[in-house]
């Protein structure tokens, strides 16, 4: 019976410190969304993106053109209207353009894994330090209004479900934390689901 007394009492204690206690919460990924910054580097990536579908477009057309020239060169191998030895050097000239067109695929496959793992790699990079930025500001605002927590409202558990189910408005400081985010950026920076002006 003292054993269930002592954990009531734990729980009592613990209640009452929590409810003395200023927790603030805010949502990380409206903030990182709606991070002026955020949208900068998506731009980058994204103009990287197209830089190497550009490249890729000319590699595969490249490699069309010359397999348009296999084409021709096996028709032209099998054509009984020219000479035999016309016909041998189709075919020198077909195995020639078969390696050439092999070695471009190849190279467009490597061009392709390694530009994708670089692109990976800077929009990972770019993601840390722009939540490292959010966290910094959450934490110096927190300081300045003399928040003693500060939680994530859209964190979730291993299995998907919200770990916060209710937040009142009033202690939810996302909008707050913007504004300093974005101070001094002049474009408005829309809300989630909505278009930009």
Do not use: C
């Amino acid at each position: 019976m003292k054993k269930y007394i002592g954990i009531v009492a734990v729980v009592l204690v613990s209640h009452v410190g929590w409810s003395e206690s200023q927790i603030a919460f805010v949502d990380m990924q409206d903030l990182f969304t709606r991070f002026y910054k955020t949208q900068l580097a998506q731009d980058q990536i994204r103009q990287q993106a197209d830089e190497m579908k550009l490249e890729q477009d000319i590699m595969k057309n490249n490699i069309e053109e010359i397999r348009t020239e296999i084409e021709q060169l096996r028709a032209d191998s099998r054509d009984a209207i020219l000479s035999a030895e016309v016909r041998s050097n189709k075919r020198v000239l077909l195995e020639e353009k078969l390696i050439e067109m092999q070695g471009l695929e190849q190279e467009m496959n490597e061009y392709e894994k390694l530009r994708k793992q670089q692109i990976d790699e800077q929009n990972t990079r770019m993601t840390k330090k722009l939540f490292d930025e959010i966290q910094d500001q959450i934490v110096m605002y927190s300081k300045e209004e003399g928040f003693d927590a500060v939680i994530d409202r859209t964190a979730q558990s291993r299995i998907g479900i919200n770990v916060i189910a209710y937040v009142d408005s009033s202690a939810d400081i996302t909008e707050l934390v913007l504004k300093n985010l974005n101070e001094g950026y002049e474009q408005v920076v829309p809300m989630v689901g909505e278009e930009a002006q």
